[in-house]
């Protein structure tokens, strides 16, 4: 059975996976399809599940890893529940985006690009976000708030 001490694993899902390798296997595109389903039924791809994933597909590890690095949708570490997204592109920056960061990093103890201890949030930052003319913009989940202030993001955070 896979197990990983991150990720949401049992044994039902093995079989889960073994039931979806040995449907796409000999499929083209097959790597990307198993890979996806194995991030949705694991909730990420570490490692170790990368390699049962090889092993199982016959294939080499290193062309299994740079599918997954090579995908942003593709994650190695578990993700949190919402992602918070901050715009550090031009406008935002110049207009506070900095700060929101760093408060969010002081927050919720967490530097980009990672997941909170309690698997609430993940936070990490990106380009334009389309709200140039509002910012400094971010974005939880798929949803864009703008203008935003550190009292603000304490207040939006507390409605998640
Ligand atoms: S630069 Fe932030 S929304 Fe465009």
Known sequence: MYSHPHCDTDENKYSALNNIIDLYKDKEGSLIQILHAAQKIYGCLPLDLQQIIAGKLAVPLSKVSGVVSFYSFFSVQPRGLHTIRVCMGTACYVRGGKKIVEHL???????????TADG?????????????????????????????????????????
């Open 120 to 160: 609430r949030f993940t936070f990490e930052v990106a380009r334009c976000i389309g709200s140039c003319g509002l910012a400094p913009a971010i974005m939880i989940d798929d949803v864009v708030y703008k203008q935003m202030t550190p009292t603000k993001v304490n207040e939006l955070l507390s409605k998640f």
């Open 105 to 115: 990093m002081k927050t919720l103890d967490v530097e980009p690009g990672g997941t």
